[in-house]
């Protein structure tokens, strides 16, 4: 029988965090006050006194809550059990994606979230159908939605963080490790680029130490940054940029891949590398 789980958001994600700082014990009250998680647990899913879900505080632990009872504005539940799994904490991934037509982009964040990304940074190139980074920023509360509820769906213990939209000199010019070596941690970047002489993403993890016949130590690694243009790429002038500031271009292979698969290739590549090690 599926049990459903929820992230909670605002209050009730402090106070889920605050149980777990004193060390959860089964039996103590959890409250939900979130209107929005309240009007699912009751009116959309019809869960009644003596139901149980799930609450993840998005820090690794999750509490599984039986429904007490229902007063104004609020649940009350007692808490059942819990249990700490284990994140992976380096490195992190981060998906730098181009701005692209909103429905292919929810969609992508939706699979991205699926996949196991850590970091989305949305981005405006000289390419991008969305011009503005104004557009995304009215979005940004919509994304964090469809991520949360893809996170939940797909059963992670953590949520993506999506920030808000960057353009493409804004980001690539921002301090940063720059695939260079800072306090014992390192940060890659690459950049896809689908018609340029480029070494596969493989091969050049490969060459990084990172590799599928290779599941060695990889903790000096922090962060794996893959970044992808919109439909039509990048322009030379942001190549050349990228690669002046440290970015190594890829490929993903011989085919042109719409941006959104292109995310998805790239990310399942690394992703699936690094749940070997």
Same mark, same amino acid.
């Given at each position: ?14 106070? /889920? ?11 103590? *009250? ?6 929005? @998680? ?5 009116? =959309? /899913?019809?869960?009644? =006194? ?32 819990? !249990?700490?799994?284990? &994140? ?20 992508? !964040?939706? %699979? /991205?979230?699926? !996949?196991? =990304? ?20 009215? %979005? /940004? ?7 949360? #509820?893809?996170?939940?769906? &797909? ?11 960057? *353009?493409? *000199? ?10 260079? *070596? ?11 680029? #689908? ?9 050049? @993890? ?16 922090? @962060? ?49 590398? !690094?749940?070997?090690?």
């Amino acid at each position: 029988m599926r049990i459903y789980r929820f992230f909670p958001t605002g209050a009730d994600m402090d106070a /889920l965090q605050q149980i777990r700082g004193r060390g959860p014990e089964a039996g103590i *009250s959890v409250t939900i006050s979130e209107l929005d @998680l309240i009007k699912q647990i009751k009116n =959309v /899913l019809r869960l009644g =006194v003596g139901n149980r879900f799930i609450l993840l505080d998005g820090l690794g632990t999750k509490y599984e809550v039986e429904i007490q009872q229902f007063a104004k504005k609020q649940i009350n539940c007692s808490l059942v059990s819990f !249990l700490t799994e284990e &994140c992976r904490t380096l490195p992190q991934i981060e998906i730098v994606l181009a701005l692209i037509k909103s429905d292919r982009f929810e969609w992508c !964040l939706e %699979k /991205l979230t699926e !996949l196991g =990304v850590d970091l989305i940074t949305p981005l405006v190139t000289q390419h991008c159908v969305v011009k503005h980074a104004e557009k995304g920023k009215e %979005k /940004l509360r919509r994304w964090e939605s469809i991520v949360r #509820e893809s996170a939940e769906q &797909c059963e992670r213990m953590t949520i993506p963080r999506i920030v808000t939209p960057v *353009s493409f *000199s804004e980001y690539i010019y921002r301090p940063r490790s720059g695939g260079t *070596s800072t306090m014992g941690t390192q940060h890659l970047e690459f950049i896809c680029a #689908e018609r340029k002489q480029a070494e596969p993403l493989l091969k050049r @993890l490969d060459g990084e130490g990172i590799s599928t016949r290779c599941t060695s130590d990889i903790k000096h690694i922090s @962060l794996i940054s893959l970044m992808i243009g919109p439909e039509g790429g990048f322009s030379e002038h942001e190549l050349n940029t990228a690669e002046t500031q440290g970015w190594k271009p890829v490929s993903l292979g011989p085919r042109i891949l719409r941006a959104e698969t292109a995310a998805i290739a790239a990310l399942s590549q690394v992703a699936s590398i !690094l749940d070997m090690q």
